[in-house]
């Protein structure tokens, strides 16, 4: 009876100690933090980091195969990137060309709750252009630098979740 008893206790302390280490890992939405995770300098910054790093697969070039490969990833609590996902391909050459990049990534700034980093699902799209030098020249001729929201990344996703608003015809279908 005291056998049972024993083993019982421990595996009580078995699953609250996996279910608080679930909690320390749980993976929140970006729009759910304090402060956004960031690259440092910036998202322009971290385009220019793409620009540089993208090597262009030749299948994808042969093929002229232009586009965006959208990847979701998290920005880990030490600002590491881990599980990199293609959410939406373009070929399977720029698919794995774009997850080698975020995976080579420099370490972001992490994504806060209550001052605290957090590990935070974050979007981004990687574009393949053909003549992206062209359209490079083209925007930073407007000022020298990647157009950018007022206040930064952060400032436009809270814009956009406090103004976006569901239609309502589309909530009856």
Sequence with gaps: MMRKLMILALTGIAMFTNSVKAQNEKVVDFTSVDQQPSYPGGIAKFYDYL????????????????????????????????????TRGLSAETNAEAIRVIKNSPNWNPGLINSKPVRVKYNINVNFNLSQKGAEKKTKALNGKAPEYPGGTSKLYSYLVKNIKYPDQAKKK
């Design 51 to 86: 620009a540089k790093e993208i090597k262009y697969p030749e299948v994808a070039k042969n093929n002229k195969t232009e586009g965006k490969v959208f990847v979701s990833f998290v920005v880990e609590k030490n600002g590491s990137l881990g599980n990199v996902v293609v």
